[in-house]
């Protein structure tokens, strides 16, 4: 089935967000995506406003939106839900282990370890993101999958804003340590594995960093 115009549009700049090529602070000016997306300001608006709940832009009365610069406690907040979340997460795995789930996360991290020995920022902070969600995929729990979805969302935000460069490689590493748990079924070793991971993503967030700026039009070229 063919995405909706305003799906369309949620879909691109929530993967400008991820891909880093849409700044905190940017302001997202309604003409300027209608004329981009060739649709009307309306659905523009409907776009901005879905984008608004999942926390991805923030809406200024007589301003307009912009993309949402989080805050240190909301960042912190973030990774705490998150933890716990996938915390159990990884109990749902191995409630259904497959060879088959195994091979397509192996399968995953050889692409991060390509990002990751590359130049391409944008795909290394997407495929470090998407692990999380291929992970809540194959728990076969949709609703689950949604909640991650936007969790890592959100969490690409916060490292924008805030993650030192050298944190990158040191996640890819330790994705390869938590499969190797999964694919042992040690259901303790990977659970410990995850909350570690996920609390030395957010201890590698610099929170006296300056928050960047960037051209809305550069970022969906």
Same mark, same amino acid.
């Given at each position: 089935?063919?995405?909706?115009?305003?799906?369309?549009? #949620?879909? /691109?700049?929530?993967?400008? #967000?991820?891909?880093?090529?849409?700044?905190?602070?940017?302001?997202?000016?309604?003409? &300027?995506?209608?004329? *981009?997306?060739?649709?009307? $300001?309306? =659905?523009?608006?409907?776009?901005?406003?879905?984008?608004?709940?999942? *926390?991805?832009?923030?809406?200024?009365? /007589?301003?307009?939106?912009?993309? /949402?610069?989080?805050?240190?406690?909301?960042? +912190?907040?973030?990774?705490?839900?998150?933890?716990?979340?996938?915390?159990?997460?990884?109990?749902?795995?191995? +409630?259904?282990?497959?060879?088959? &789930?195994?091979?397509?996360? $192996?399968? *995953?991290?050889?692409?991060?370890? /390509?990002?990751?020995?590359?130049?391409? %920022?944008?795909?290394?902070?997407?495929?470090?993101?998407?692990? @999380?969600?291929?992970?809540?995929?194959?728990?076969?729990?949709?609703?689950?999958?949604?909640?991650? $979805?936007? =969790?890592?969302? +959100?969490?690409?935000?916060?490292?924008?804003?805030?993650? +030192?460069?050298?944190?990158?490689?040191?996640?890819?590493?330790? *994705?390869?340590?938590?499969?190797?748990?999964?694919? %042992?079924?040690?259901?303790?070793?990977?659970?410990?594995?995850?909350?570690? @991971?996920?609390? @030395?993503?957010?201890?590698?967030?610099?929170?006296?960093?300056?928050?960047?700026? @960037?051209?809305?039009?550069?970022?969906?070229?």
């Amino acid at each position: 089935m063919e995405a909706s115009p305003t799906r369309t549009i #949620v879909d /691109a700049l929530t993967r400008a #967000v991820v891909e880093h090529r849409l700044q905190p602070g940017t302001k997202l000016a309604e003409q &300027k995506l209608a004329n *981009h997306f060739g649709v009307s $300001r309306t =659905l523009v608006r409907q776009a901005l406003f879905q984008l608004a709940q999942k *926390h991805l832009v923030r809406m200024e009365p /007589a301003r307009g939106a912009f993309v /949402a610069a989080p805050t240190v406690e909301e960042a +912190r907040q973030v990774f705490q839900v998150r933890r716990i979340l996938e915390a159990e997460m990884v109990r749902e795995f191995l +409630r259904q282990p497959a060879p088959a &789930k195994i091979r397509a996360l $192996r399968e *995953h991290i050889a692409q991060e370890k /390509a990002a990751v020995e590359g130049r391409d %920022a944008g795909e290394r902070s997407q495929l470090l993101g998407d692990f @999380h969600v291929r992970m809540a995929e194959l728990t076969d729990n949709a609703v689950l999958t949604q909640i991650i $979805r936007d =969790l890592v969302s +959100r969490s690409s935000l916060i490292a924008l804003m805030y993650q +030192r460069e050298a944190a990158a490689a040191h996640s890819q590493q330790e *994705h390869v340590e938590l499969v190797k748990a999964l694919a %042992a079924r040690d259901e303790k070793r990977a659970v410990k594995l995850m909350e570690e @991971h996920l609390l @030395h993503v957010e201890e590698s967030l610099a929170f006296d960093r300056p928050v960047p700026t @960037h051209d809305i039009a550069l970022a969906l070229a």
